[in-house]
């Protein structure tokens, strides 16, 4: 007998998004189609201007498709109103930036239960599932600290866990190593290394190729088309392309 079948927790079909800037019009994807099954680990690369940005967007809710459908964990979200695309991102979807995000003079712990407030999940509960996922990226410790006495790449194990917090059928990454040196960058990435050899589906925008390296498949924008998608490596082992 076969294992089961891998779920589809992400299907872009013939997506396009233009935008008008005075009179010209700027077409940011151009017929962009991708499926992401659960378990995988995607970096999306591109230059400045590819559509990698604008996709990300899309596949966070934050934008609509100008054309073209889209689900998610296997609701078609294209269509939906603003309250029904906050619930469908607070229900299904966890967010790490660039930029951290945290509330500065508030503890990790009460971070982490942030969204788990808009969810209304009871109070027990969130703070189980915060110290569950502060332990998950290794910083149970240091739940009572304010993030302002955390460093750098602490704060982003905060952003982690609280995109985890929310148990997400997607973990979405934009640039989360962009404002990290060297070391740190690693120590993120080992951890997202880590969370998806446990199942976590995380897509990845970046356009550090060392970065993408850790991702085992990475799909590469250029001009609002995907001209690139290639598996192998992981870990950030084979940086070969995919035959």
Known sequence: MSGPAATEVVRL????KSYQMGEETVHALRGASLSVQSGEFVAIMGSSGSGKSTCMHILGCLDRPSSGSYALDGETVQ???????ADIRNRKLGFVFQGFNLLSRTSA????ELPLVYGRVPATERRKRALEALSMVGLAERAGHLSNQLSGGQQQRVAIAR???GRP????ADEPTGNL????????MDI???????GITIIM??????IAAYASRRITFLDGCIVGDTKGGGDNGGQGEAA
């Open 13 to 16: 079909t013939d997506i396009t």
């Open 79 to 85: 269509d939906l109103g603003k309250d029904q695309l």
């Open 109 to 112: 712990l009460e971070n982490v």
């Open 163 to 165: 995109a985890l917090a």
């Open 169 to 172: 059928a997607l973990i979405l």
């Open 181 to 188: 040196d060297s070391h740190m960058s690693e120590e993120i």
């Open 192 to 198: 997202f290394t880590r969370l998806n050899s446990q």
């Open 205 to 210: 925008v970046t356009h550090e190729p060392d």
